[in-house]
């Protein structure tokens, strides 16, 4: 499997802040990138996605800016809250392939009150 | 019920032991996987079952062994395990491998300690 690579490991971020995590990739045939969500105890959520005929999508806090040229993609969550706090997995694949994700290896977000 | 259900949610077993852990999806969905989540590798996929069928294990040691039933139930048995063994394992499924496959749901995970 091609390697996503995914930073920072950590992010400390005060309530209200915007969270920034980046993720680059290799394979250019992907055309999936989910980003998962993951709280203590639990295991990965969807969070949201793009494919890459778009350069952004946001829901709510939550967008993910897209960079085809660059292979890079991020997520940013405006106005962070405490609420937030949860370790986020970028992914990528050829969804249209059926092929299986490729992850990140994870960012622990701290939002501080 | 709905979605991914792991049982049990934490086990502690000795390296001589035993054990099996279960996962069952509502969501009529074909694939299913094993993932393994630790502290250092925080997500290594393990199995991958398409309709029953093994289509990737991804060079797990035997001590663990698979078991896919039907497309709705996927097993993990265990035996003689190391300390290193202890991780969240998850399982999650998916449509179908082999069409379009966009979305994974996972489950809660099963915390596994070996002592």
């Known amino acids: 499997q091609q390697q996503v690579k995914q930073s920072p490991q950590s992010l400390i971020v005060q309530k209200g802040g915007i969270s920034i995590i980046n993720c680059a990739y290799e394979?250019?045939?992907?055309?999936?990138f989910p980003w998962y969500q993951q709280f203590p105890g639990k295991g990965p959520a969807l969070l949201i996605a793009i494919r890459p005929d778009v350069s952004e999508k946001k829901e709510g806090r939550f967008t993910i800016s897209f960079n085809k040229s660059a292979k890079q993609f991020s997520l940013h969550i405006m106005d962070s809250q405490p609420g937030d706090s949860a370790t986020y997995f970028c992914?990528?694949?050829?969804?249209?392939?059926?092929?299986?994700?490729?992850f990140g290896g994870g960012t622990r977000l701290m939002v501080k009150p | 019920e709905t979605g991914v259900t792991q049982t049990p949610r934490h086990l502690v077993m000795g390296m001589t032991n035993k054990k099996s852990l279960k996962c069952e999806q509502h969501?009529?969905?074909?694939?299913m996987y094993w993932y393994k989540q630790s502290a250092k590798k925080p997500l290594e996929l393990m199995f991958v079952?398409?309709?029953?069928?093994?289509?990737e294990n991804n060079s797990v040691p035997s001590r663990f062994s698979p078991e896919c039933p039907n497309s709705s139930h996927l097993f993990l048995h265990l035996h003689t395990l190391q300390p290193e063994d202890s991780a969240l394992y998850l399982c999650?499924?998916?449509?179908?491998?082999?069409?379009?496959?966009?979305?994974?749901?996972f489950g809660s995970g099963t915390r596994l300690t070996v002592v």
């Open positions: 969501l009529g969905h074909n694939a």
């Open positions: 992914a990528a694949t050829r969804g249209s392939a059926g092929n299986m994700l490729t």
């Open positions: 999650a499924s998916s449509q179908d491998t082999r069409v379009a496959n966009y979305g994974y749901t």
């Open positions: 394979n250019t045939a992907f055309d999936y």
């Open positions: 079952y398409n309709f029953k069928e093994q289509t």
